[in-house]
Each structure stands twice: as C-alpha cells, then as structure tokens.
C-alpha cells in the first residue's frame, strides 16, 4: 500500500506502508541509534512524535511478546504501549531472528495503531531537521488524510502518566517518583537498590506523602505545562528534601529553582550523545530523549551547570552547590544504550 511523509513546509516522501492502515500527524524527530526500537516506542517521551530512525535496516530482530508484558520485568519495553504516532525507515525487514522475537515489527505496530512507512531516505530527512529544526509532518495512506497537529501545544504528560500511585520494592529508604512518563527502567534501577519506590501521577499532592527523598522522571513535551509539578518540586526545595531529576525532570527542577527552559533546534535522541562532566575533562556516553533544554544562563545562586553536551555545548544536567538537589538531561538508565552515568543512581541513594 502506497504511502507518504508530508512534512508542513510542503516536502513530501513517498515510501510503502506498513503497520497500521491509517493517518497520523505529529512533529517530525530523528533517532540515530542502530538498535533498541521496542524500547524507544514505548518510551513515553516520544509521545506526539513521528520517529524518523537513521539506521536504515529496522526489524532484523522482530519484538518480543508484546502480548504478554509482566509489570516493570520485561527489559524490552520501557511502558505499557507504543507512544510514538508514526515511523519512518529506510528498510523494513520483514523477516527476524532473535532468540526473544514473536512477532515481526508491522504485526506489532498494526495492533497498536501505529502507521509507519519504508523506502524513504531517512537520512536525507534527518539533515533537512538538522538544517531547519524539528517540524510538523503527517503520515498519509492511500487516501488517509490527518490535519498537521503540534503536539508541543498539548499537556502531553497529563496523558502518558498514571491516574493512580503504586508502589514497587523493599527497603528502609522510601523514593517517591513523579511519573511525568516514567520509563520503567528508571523504577527498576531504584528498586534494584533496595529501597520503596511510590510511584504517583505527575500533579500529585504530596503534601501527606512521607518519603526519604524524591525522582522526577523523564516525558514528553514543554516542561512548562507542568505547573503542579514545578509547584510540588519548590516545597521539596524549601523543605531540603534529597532531590534527582532525569530528563524532562531536569527541565522541571530548573524552572522550581526559578531558571528558564527553551526548544532545541532538533532536540536529542540517541544512544550516543557525548556528555562532559563540568571541572574535569571526563566524558560519558549517554542516551537521550528530549526536545527542550534548561538555559544555564539563568540559573539563580546557589545553582551551578554540572554536565554539558560535547556536541552542541548544551546543558545536560545541574546541581545545588550545597543542598541535596540535582539532575540530568540524559537518562542514566538507559534502555537502550550504555550505563556510563548508572553510578548517578548510587549517588542519589546516598544523599538519602
């Protein structure tokens, strides 16, 4: 079935379909990464999004079953569905050979809705984003039409978060964490050293809540649609309480501290984005997922930059210079990609 890629600028990509026979509209953003596409579509920081994938061979290991997912067990997924509304390769693989593969990717995609088309240059999409920014795009199947849509303008956290705490592990720490799109790794990476982990929704009143220290997780979207969040966080600050942010939960600890955020050009989403730990020459590789950036120039005293992008000289990450509270723009628990900043998890159990 024929398809195509329309971008809001008038481009227009013919390809294949595959996945899902339907329309679908969103921002249009790259990922260079050469594997760990079950992970990446059910990372709910892709909420909104048309995933363009650099790679150009997809599918050559199928998915595992996705029928079947134990709560938080399942290392191949990192939510409870895909979240991103279209896919655009270069090369769809029909068949796969993986000791875990049950269905082949269009199977998967299909019972998820999720239309996605092959045959296209993605890497020649992937220079235009980098040239001009991140734009609006459309998928279009046969005579399946959808208007553009900006996702940025929606509170698309309000949507992929919980509507209900829940509560993992054992220990005699206590973490609570802000799902603001929680990859389940992140909870995995807690529980593993053996503390209670409270999940709750991303405006949750904590005010009756007791805990030894407090995540806020990564998601999608503008940092700045969420207000309850950024609320909740400047009690923590004034309270003193021990405080690590991953991602989006970057963005959010800035604007608590009273610094600003802004939109990347392009955004980062990779396995492979090279990150510089401040006052030292050291550098981590690092996987990210993110559309905005805290500006470091406005941060107030007390606050320091404490990681920075090696590529674009962006800031990955900030801390207090004397207080319990820091966080990181890139995702230290991976899935996918390497556990250079994992320690990241040791050194918030220890401020507890």
Not at 134 to 159: C, M, R, T
Not at 170 to 193: E, M, P, T
Not at 245 to 265: F, R, S, W
Not at 302 to 310: L, T
Request: some cysteine; charged content about 20%; aromatic content about 10%.
């Amino acid at each position: 079935m024929n398809a195509k890629l329309v971008l809001q600028d008038g481009s227009t990509f013919e390809g294949t379909a595959f996945g899902a026979e339907k329309a679908a509209a969103g921002e249009v953003v790259f990922n260079t990464g050469m594997v760990g596409y079950p992970e990446c579509f059910t990372d709910p920081s892709y909420a909104g999004q048309i995933l363009v994938l650099t790679y150009p061979l997809i599918g050559n290991y199928g998915v595992p079953d996705f029928t079947n997912v134990p709560d938080l067990i399942s290392s191949a997924f990192e939510s409870s569905k895909i979240h991103i509304s279209g896919l655009i390769v270069a090369d769809y693989s029909v068949e796969y050979s993986h000791r875990e593969g049950y269905s082949n990717l269009s199977n998967w995609l299909q019972t998820s809705g999720i239309p996605a088309i092959t045959g296209i240059d993605t890497r020649f999409i992937t220079q235009k984003l980098r040239e001009y920014g991140s734009v609006l795009g459309k998928i279009v199947v046969d005579n399946n039409d959808v208007e553009f849509h900006d996702p940025n303008i929606d509170n698309l956290v309000a949507q992929v978060s919980i509507d209900a705490p829940k509560e993992f592990g054992q220990g005699k720490k206590k973490i609570l964490v802000f799902d603001c799109g929680c990859k389940y790794n992140i909870i995995r990476s807690l529980v593993n050293r053996n503390v209670v982990v409270k999940v709750v929704p991303w405006n949750w009143d904590i005010e009756n809540e007791t805990y030894d220290g407090v995540l806020i997780s990564n998601g999608p979207g503008n940092p700045k649609m969420c207000a309850e969040t950024v609320h909740s966080i400047r009690g923590l600050l004034e309270a003193g309480i021990p405080t690590f942010g991953v991602c989006l939960g970057n963005q959010l600890l800035a604007l608590a501290a009273g610094a600003d955020t802004y939109k990347l050009k392009f955004g980062h989403r990779s396995q492979n984005q090279p990150c510089i730990r401040v006052g030292s020459k050291r550098c981590f590789i690092t996987s990210q997922n993110h559309g905005y950036a805290v500006d470091e120039t406005s941060l107030p005293d007390g606050w320091e930059p404490w990681f920075f992008n090696a590529n674009d000289g962006t800031n990955e990450g900030i801390r207090h210079s004397s207080k319990p509270f820091m966080s990181v723009q890139f995702h230290p628990e991976a899935t996918p990609g390497p556990v250079d900043t994992a320690f990241l998890f040791d050194e918030f159990i220890n401020l507890l």
